[in-house]
């Protein structure tokens, strides 16, 4: 009912930038998204455990984790349903799948009543850093 799509993976060279785009939409064009609080990253190294990244809430308090503060930016569309994730100064550690995580999205199919979907994760999209 509910989805998000991930964009903007590629492989880089070490000291590069990429972008990450994480867009919420409805599954069907009668699914219209109300809300979502907060929305995460998160990244999986080939080998690793799932690693939160950073985080952005509906009011626009932010959070990162150490390995990438001061290089990535995470930010939101003014809808509040796209998420941004800008990467500079790219290593060849930051390489892995990045996720987009939503805790929450409140969500009315037309006609029906509005619904939570919790916990809501994208398909992922690849982020290689060459040395």
């Known amino acids: 009912q509910v989805q998000l799509v991930e964009s903007g993976g590629g492989l880089v060279s070490a000291g590069g930038s990429l972008r990450l785009s994480c867009a919420a939409s409805g599954s069907i064009l009668r699914i219209n998204i109300l809300r979502i609080n907060t929305m995460n990253w998160y990244r999986q190294a080939p080998g690793k455990q799932r690693e939160w990244v950073a985080s952005?809430?509906?009011?626009?308090?932010?959070n990162y984790a150490d390995s990438v503060k001061g290089r990535f930016t995470i930010s939101r569309d003014n809808a509040g349903r796209t998420a941004f994730l800008q990467m500079h100064s790219l290593k060849p550690e930051d390489t892995a799948v990045y996720y987009c995580?939503?805790?929450?999205?409140?969500?009315?199919?037309?006609?029906?009543?509005?619904?939570?979907?919790?916990?809501?994760w994208g398909q992922g999209t690849l982020v290689t850093v060459s040395s």
């Open positions: 995580n939503a805790d929450r999205i409140l969500f009315r199919e037309q006609g029906a009543d509005a619904r939570v979907a919790v916990d809501y």
């Open positions: 952005i809430t509906s009011g626009g308090s932010i």
